[in-house]
């Protein structure tokens, strides 16, 4: 059992807060981002990455995994029933049902020709980062147990009916005696006719041999609010797998999980974005236009702004999911300091660096030597 890996492979401490452990995660997505990072492994790492968040980023799954490891955190089902194998108390689930199938006694047992809701089913869903912003349509195909067209779920060839099963008369468990060195161990086991349905099928449909379900594919129409992000997920009622003896439908759940952008990066309904300004900007001010998700906007610099600058642009980041309104974008500005110079534009710093206050370093003098070397490399 590792219940490290995953904190590892985001990057951050078992006692990371929630918000670093997002942090972390759109760090990571972004670098090993397979649109991004074409270098081999970069998909798979992705994957990794994915895969950790998921788990931590649920605190009731990463509460699981540090107990349990990858086997808690896979066998949490979210529910008051707790993980595969105990319930929400933290004893033995079922502890009931094993007391009586050795001992004939506990609970009474749960009627096989109840109707029970179906099994419930994942889709993960990609969203494009503008996608994520402003909400989207997507239609989702999937494969799923579907009542039988046939024989409308009852497993029977259409014209028949099950029957109440011969050996158990319905109750799905038959009672065996089993000699051991402390005499008769009486217990109860499914019935082997009826499966534990209580019901035996004569006649089988031709097209689901008895099992009331068939195998569909089947297409449904997702609506993406604007403003959702990775890790949340949208619940659409009755459209997981069939249920039995004529129970509902189980749900189908859609995980999102939002692309990074190339240009921003979001917290929940604020956007960042990092400014590149040359000196010349940054001195003397300016008016440039500013990339949001909205489209571009005119931004006054005023002169003498400084790296890490941030100005804030009201109602320009991404829809609230929850209260409405819109957050805002923050823009932090970074003064790129040339690499490559002709000779006028060093002759034009020399001239600002000689007329400036002594606050600022002043290049010293050449001598003769320097002078000779300027010569020799051709300045």
């Given at each position: 059992?590792?219940?490290?890996?995953?904190?590892?492979?985001?990057?951050?401490?078992?006692?990371?807060?929630?918000?670093?452990?997002?942090?972390?995660?759109?760090?990571?997505?972004?670098?090993?981002?397979?649109?991004?990072?074409?270098?081999?492994?970069?998909?798979?790492?992705?994957?990794?990455?994915?895969?950790?968040?998921?788990?931590?980023?649920?605190?009731?799954?990463?509460?699981?995994?540090?107990?349990?490891?990858?086997?808690?955190?896979?066998?949490?089902?979210?529910?008051?029933?707790?993980?595969?194998?105990?319930?929400?108390?933290?004893?033995?689930?079922?502890?009931?049902?094993?007391?009586?199938?050795?001992?004939?006694?506990?609970?009474?047992?749960?009627?096989?020709?109840?109707?029970?809701?179906?099994?419930?089913?994942?889709?993960?869903?990609?969203?494009?980062?503008?996608?994520?912003?402003?909400?989207?349509?997507?239609?989702?195909?999937?494969?799923?147990?579907?009542?039988?067209?046939?024989?409308?779920?009852?497993?029977?060839?259409?014209?028949?009916?099950?029957?109440?099963?011969?050996?158990?008369?319905?109750?799905?468990?038959?009672?065996?005696?089993?000699?051991?060195?402390?005499?008769?161990?009486?217990?109860?086991?499914?019935?082997?006719?009826?499966?534990?349905?209580?019901?035996?099928?004569?006649?089988?449909?031709?097209?689901?041999?008895?099992?009331?379900?068939?195998?569909?594919?089947?297409?449904?129409?997702?609506?993406?609010?604007?403003?959702?992000?990775?890790?949340?997920?949208?619940?659409?009622?009755?459209?997981?797998?069939?249920?039995?003896?004529?129970?509902?439908?189980?749900?189908?759940?859609?995980?999102?999980?939002?692309?990074?952008?190339?240009?921003?990066?979001?917290?929940?309904?604020?956007?960042?974005?990092?400014?590149?300004?040359?000196?010349?900007?940054?001195?003397?001010?300016?008016?440039?236009?500013?990339?949001?998700?909205?489209?571009?906007?005119?931004?006054?610099?005023?002169?003498g702004t400084q790296t890490g600058k941030t100005f804030r642009l009201r109602g320009k980041g991404a829809p609230k999911l929850r209260g409405g309104g819109q957050g805002d974008e923050h823009v932090t500005v970074k003064v790129v300091t040339p690499t490559k110079l002709n000779s006028a534009q060093k002759e034009a710093?020399?001239?600002?660096?000689?007329?400036?206050?002594?606050?600022?370093?002043?290049?010293?003098?050449?001598?003769?030597?320097?002078?000779?070397?300027?010569?020799?490399?051709?300045?």
């Amino acid at each position: 059992m590792n219940n490290q890996e995953y904190y590892d492979r985001l990057g951050v401490s078992k006692d990371a807060s929630q918000e670093e452990i997002k942090k972390a995660y759109r760090k990571m997505s972004k670098k090993y981002h397979p649109d991004i990072n074409k270098e081999p492994g970069a998909e798979e790492k992705y994957k990794e990455v994915q895969e950790a968040y998921d788990t931590l980023g649920d605190e009731q799954k990463r509460a699981a995994y540090d107990q349990y490891g990858p086997a808690g955190a896979n066998g949490f089902n979210g529910g008051a029933g707790g993980f595969g194998g105990f319930d929400g108390a933290g004893g033995f689930g079922g502890f009931e049902d094993i007391f009586s199938s050795f001992f004939g006694g506990g609970a009474a047992q749960r009627n096989p020709n109840a109707p029970r809701q179906g099994d419930d089913l994942q889709y993960r869903v990609q969203l494009k980062f503008e996608e994520a912003i402003f909400g989207t349509e997507k239609e989702v195909t999937y494969n799923r147990e579907a009542t039988c067209h046939t024989c409308g779920g009852s497993g029977a060839k259409p014209g028949t009916s099950p029957v109440t099963c011969h050996k158990c008369h319905g109750q799905g468990v038959i009672t065996v005696d089993t000699q051991t060195p402390l005499g008769t161990m009486r217990r109860q086991v499914t019935c082997d006719v009826c499966h534990g349905t209580g019901q035996e099928i004569k006649d089988p449909c031709p097209t689901c041999h008895g099992t009331g379900h068939e195998k569909e594919k089947h297409t449904v129409s997702v609506k993406i609010p604007a403003g959702v992000e990775t890790g949340q997920q949208i619940r659409l009622a009755g459209q997981g797998e069939a249920g039995f003896n004529g129970g509902p439908y189980g749900d189908l759940f859609v995980m999102i999980t939002v692309q990074p952008s190339d240009k921003f990066e979001r917290e929940g309904s604020t956007i960042y974005y990092t400014l590149n300004l040359n000196i010349v900007q940054a001195a003397l001010g300016d008016v440039v236009d500013v990339p949001t998700v909205h489209g571009d906007v005119e931004l006054s610099i005023p002169a003498g702004t400084q790296t890490g600058k941030t100005f804030r642009l009201r109602g320009k980041g991404a829809p609230k999911l929850r209260g409405g309104g819109q957050g805002d974008e923050h823009v932090t500005v970074k003064v790129v300091t040339p690499t490559k110079l002709n000779s006028a534009q060093k002759e034009a710093l020399r001239a600002f660096a000689e007329a400036s206050d002594d606050s600022i370093s002043k290049p010293k003098k050449k001598g003769f030597f320097d002078k000779v070397k300027d010569v020799l490399e051709g300045e």
